[in-house]
């Protein structure tokens, strides 16, 4: 114990977090497996018995004077008529016909009276189908029953019973069969306008649930950006769901939040979909499997919350541009993540061939579509890659407050901004850029400056990152540019009116690249004319 105690306080960051992801990978990895196999063996089915029915003795008891029925050929019935809800032109040619044969004892004889009243039907009324069509085999022992197309246009799809009627009178079942072997399944395409149809109840319902979410999103969006007010002329206008998918501390659109968000959708539609499709078309009112699907809904939840608390551990990452933009999903404090890029690819491919996979085999499917053990794992490594690019990275910067800090009344006292936020790179390695913007709150190149690394000093050094990161710098204006003096504060008057204007944009980079951007859009109580400092410049 006393061991594990030594080695655990000279593990420095440097090797905790990539062991840290180290570990996530497998523990996602193994998790994917075993679902995986799980899936595997939960679909695994006992074969049907496909043996077909023998023949009963001769020395079957019955009495030889009441027609009895055996079996029936085929088992399967394709219909070629399209299924709707609603009524719809009948176009199929009604030449068409199919045949059933139904094998049994004691039925008519050519030469009998009762050889013209024999009726076969399928299904139960009123949506059940007749025909009168029938011919007796020489020996009795096997009728031939043609339909037509107009007379199985109502018969719906699904299991139906074959009956046979001789004179009104039902025929008996051989005692040795069950009622369940003499049935047969129909099967029949399912019209554009069904489709159309379910897929807009699907909708409008999800579109409720949706609408419900986004309601408490509002609310939530109220209850955080109050009215008094800190929305600027420059701000971009978020809507509910920006709102919900935004990460508050960078100001950027979290990636592990629209991953989870994607997946709910899929899964909360595609279940409505199968649900409402089964028991529209196939009459089956029950609930779906899953078929393993809820595994790909943990990795994205264990995703979610994984990314998190490595945010939270690790720091979050740079705020990048002002506005959050969709680009957010792909970079990580304004620089191009791979592992980011690579989890966004494979969400949308999987998510893509859910739906598309869905959409042309719910009218038979029973369960959700399974997803293949590779495409878990796969999923298990893409996530487990997106959690590691967050681990390795360093935190990246996020600027809270800018300050601009003059005393007119004090000579001895020079100009400076303050720059104030989380994860800012010290004095030395960091880049800070300044531009003015115009009326339409865009760029004017050539009033470009870059800070020169001896006009920037650390005031306030990160304790949990000493020697790497501040929580706030100072920028001194003395050292700006080479100007004479009428020059010099004829600039740092545009500079104050501008910064006033909020026409200023400052970027900050760090040390790695990442970046924060600000603007004067960024909520800052304490923006105002600070008390001055004791320079020591």
Known sequence: MRLFKMFGKHLSK???????????????????????????????????????????????????????????????????????LVAENFRANPQERLNLVITGDNFPQ?????????????????????????????DGRAIFASFTNTQLKNLPRGTHPVRVEVAGNATSINPQITEDQLQVNVTRPVSNLTTFIVFGITTFVTLIIVGII?????????????ANSLRKSNQKSLNSLEWLLLDRETNTFSLA??????????????????????????????????????????????????????????????SGDVNPAWSDLVVHGGVVALERVQQLVWNLIIGIAFIVILLVTYTTASSLPSIPQEILVLMGISAGGYISGKAVRKAGPNITQVVLCDEPQDPSTNPYLSVAGEHLSQAGSVIVQIVYLDEANNEKPETRIEVKQDSI?????????????????????????????????????????????????????????????????????????????????
Not at 41 to 47: A, G, H, K, N, Q
Not at 488 to 497: K, M, N, P, R
């Open 14 to 84: 440097r090797y905790y977090y990539p062991l840290l992801s180290l570990g996530l990978v497998c523990v996602l990895l193994f998790t994917s497996v075993g679902v995986g196999q799980a899936q595997q063996d939960e679909s695994y089915t006992v074969p049907t018995n496909t043996t077909s029915t023998q023949q009963p003795s001769n020395a079957a008891a019955s009495v030889l004077d009441v027609t009895s029925i055996t079996s029936i050929s085929p088992k399967e019935l394709y219909v070629a008529i399209p299924q709707s």
């Open 457 to 537: 000093c650390t005031l306030d050094p990160d304790p949990n990152s000493p020697g790497e990161f501040c929580k706030k710098l100072q920028i001194n204006f003395n050292t700006l540019n080479a100007l004479p003096d009428e020059q010099w504060h004829e600039w740092l008057q545009t500079f104050a009116d501008n910064f006033t204007a909020q026409k200023v944009k400052i970027t900050l980079i760090n040390a790695d690249g990442q970046r924060a951007v600000w603007d004067g859009t960024n909520p800052a109580p304490e923006r105002k004319t600070a008390h001055a400092l004791q320079s020591q410049y």
């Open 257 to 318: 939040r629209t991953q989870f968000v994607w997946w709910l959708t899929i899964i909360v539609f595609g279940y409505l979909f199968l649900f409402i499709g089964r028991g529209v078309i196939q009459g089956i009112w029950e609930f779906i499997p899953l078929s393993g699907f809820a595994y790909t809904f943990l990795i994205s939840l264990v995703t979610l919350v994984t990314a998190q608390a490595t945010s939270n551990i690790r720091g979050s990452k740079g």
């Open 110 to 138: 050519p030469d009998s009276p009762l050889k013209n009243q024999i009726a076969v039907k399928i299904g139960n009324p009123p949506d059940n189908a007749t025909t009168t069509n029938v011919r007796v085999a020489e």
């Open 214 to 226: 986004y309601a408490l999103a509002t609310e939530s969006k109220k209850t955080n950006l109050p």
